[in-house]
Nanobody, 126 residues
Framework: QVQLVESGGGLVQAGGSLRLSCVVS????????VGWFRQAPGKERDFVAS????????SYADSVKGRFTISRDNAKNTVYLQMNSLKPEDTTVYYC???????????????????WGQGTQVTVSS
């Protein structure tokens, strides 16, 4: 059974930084890509960033390009989302997800991902 656990969320002032972590367990003997998404109450789950199995391909939503950086450490089965220059509109719950069907891609659609974490809250105060 695959499990994803996010951590690193919290409260930060506008302009500040946070680093989210996503630890993947189960089926880690095979390769997979990972995406970060975010979802505000009553809204759709939106794509933020994704990374292929070896980090060779990354994708970002336009709203976070230049501010967020996704990376991974396969020895630790961990994917990171470094978030800089945070804005109040970045406030919401962030989820990581794993895609074992398309490991060599960095998918942007939530429908490509099979396994999800429980989410971590990020709050940016103005």
């Amino acid at each position: 059974q695959v499990q994803l656990v996010e951590s690193g969320g919290g409260l930060v002032q506008a302009g500040g930084s946070l680093r989210l972590s996503c630890v993947v367990s189960g089926r880690t003997f095979t390769i997979y890509s990972v995406g970060w998404f975010r979802q505000a109450p009553g809204k759709e789950r939106d794509f933020v960033a994704s990374i292929s199995w070896n980090g060779g391909i990354t994708s970002y939503a336009d709203s976070v390009k230049g501010r967020f950086t996704i990376s991974r450490d396969n020895a630790k089965n961990t994917v990171y989302l470094q978030m800089n220059s945070l804005k109040p509109e970045d406030t919401t719950v962030y989820y990581c997800a794993a895609d074992f069907r398309h490991p060599r891609a960095a998918g942007t659609s939530k429908y490509e991902y099979d396994y999800w974490g429980q989410g971590t809250q990020v709050t940016v105060s103005s």
